[in-house]
């Protein structure tokens, strides 16, 4: 017997938690806001009233959507609510399956196991009425045998509805929706199989799957098989106390980050804030993932293992711009960036000498960053920080300083 997958996904979520937590504006064009006077000044999220209505779109500027619509009712972003409604909603979803897998705030999938296995479609109808009913939010839900075709099922009907995709329609469903639809498809995986003639799900599910590998290596067959309805990745099963995993610290500058050298700066930043944090918890992290963001508003994240467990700032920004580069060669400007440190070992780790002095220079090294650690809890964060983010004023959060000539 297939598995039964649902993926829950809530409908505008943030502008929707506004209207529940305000029902005088929830017949009304809402919009959440960044702030104004500065380069967050944009649209996060709008209600389906704003966007099918007016045409407001997320990321677009608050100036711009306000021509559109004068009279959007907007409102600041306020996380602490959001991840109130999160929590809620989550706790509705565990009183189905102790299988739920987030997939950020407002996303999660749902695995039925025992008796409730095979009744997706009855299951998900009183999920979405009980959202409804209880914290006066939408969601629309897919229901599938994997993961893949469950996510892909909760994009098909918004808001507030539920659609199913079974082993026996999931070709005349699926296999005629474009290429990006698919999970982990992104912009450049969608070019790539676009200038070979590959634009729907079914013509990649239809190819050769050696030669969508030679296009894009050790994914495309990941891809070719999500296509055929092969996922076969696990829903994991919820832990509410998860030990942490990662370290992560990401910014949005005050102008685009249009060079490489823009880049390294902000990197060291953040690196310097992320190591900084490893030594007090005292981990080391053996995996570096880095998150950018375009002018779009849409991440894309590459990284991988690195070879020595590192929770030094300048090994940090090496590994970055390692995957950095081999990322996002002749990239397009940058709004947002962001750096995570994972794969904990603790950091009293032994280290393997080597003859060429190396683990003797790192462990110099640490013990200077540990130094300035002190430093900082002393007196302030500002007292000691990289020279090269000394006079970029537009880029880092530290404090400024005349240049002398």
């Known amino acids: ?29 809402v919009a959440v806001v960044g702030d104004a006077e500065s ?9 389906y009233i704003a966007k099918k209505q007016y ?53 999660a999938w749902v695995e039925l196991r025992g008796t409730m296995r095979g009744h997706g479609f009855e299951i998900a109808e009183q999920i979405r009425e009980r959202v409804k009913n209880e914290l006066g939010i ?28 079974t082993r026996e329609n999931y070709k ?12 982990f498809v992104g912009g450049k995986t969608k070019d790539v199989l676009n200038r070979r003639a590959v634009y729907t799900v079914g013509d990649l599910a239809n190819s050769d799957p050696n030669l969508i590998s ?26 509410e106390e998860s030990e942490e995993k990662s370290v992560s610290a990401s910014t949005t500058c005050s102008r685009d980050l249009v060079t490489r050298d823009d880049v390294i700066t902000v990197f060291t930043e ?27 508003l849409k991440w894309t994240s590459h990284g991988g293992k690195i070879d020595v467990p590192t929770d030094i700032a300048r090994e940090i920004v090496q590994h970055a711009m390692e995957f950095f580069d081999a990322k996002y060669t002749g990239f397009a400007p940058i709004h947002s960036i962001g750096i995570s440190a994972g794969g904990f070992d603790e950091g009293n780790t032994c280290m393997q000498m080597d003859i060429w002095g190396e683990s003797e220079k790192r462990e110099k090294l640490e013990k200077l960053e540990r130094v300035g650690d002190a430093l900082k809890g002393k007196f302030s964060k500002q007292v000691l920080f990289n020279a ?3 006079y970029e004023s537009e880029l880092t959060t530290r404090r400024r300083h005349k240049k002398i000539d």
């Open 1 to 29: 017997m297939d598995r039964t997958i649902l993926h829950v996904d809530a409908n505008s979520f943030f502008a929707s938690v506004e209207c529940a937590l305000d029902p005088t504006i929830k017949d009304k064009p």
């Open 39 to 47: 380069r967050r000044g944009i649209i996060l999220a709008a209600n």
């Open 55 to 107: 045409g407001i779109k997320t990321a677009e500027p608050i100036w711009q959507a306000e021509r559109k619509c004068p009279d959007l009712v907007k409102k600041p972003s306020n996380m602490r609510m959001y991840r109130v409604y999160s929590r809620k909603m989550r706790e509705i979803l565990l009183s189905y399956s102790d299988y739920v897998e987030p997939f950020g705030c407002d996303e």
């Open 138 to 165: 939408t969601v629309s839900i897919g229901v599938s045998f994997n993961k893949v075709f469950a996510k892909l099922g909760s994009d098909l009907k918004k808001p507030d509805a539920v659609s199913e995709i």
């Open 172 to 183: 005349d469903i699926v296999w005629k929706l474009p290429v990006e639809s698919l999970l």
């Open 214 to 239: 030679a296009w894009l290596g050790k994914n495309g067959y990941q891809l070719y098989m999500y296509a055929n309805g092969s996922d076969t990745s696990p829903v994991a099963l919820y832990e």
């Open 270 to 296: 953040l690196a310097e804030e992320i190591a900084e944090r490893l030594r007090y918890k005292n981990y080391k992290a053996s995996e570096i993932i880095i998150r950018v963001r375009d002018t779009n």
């Open 388 to 390: 090269r983010n000394l």
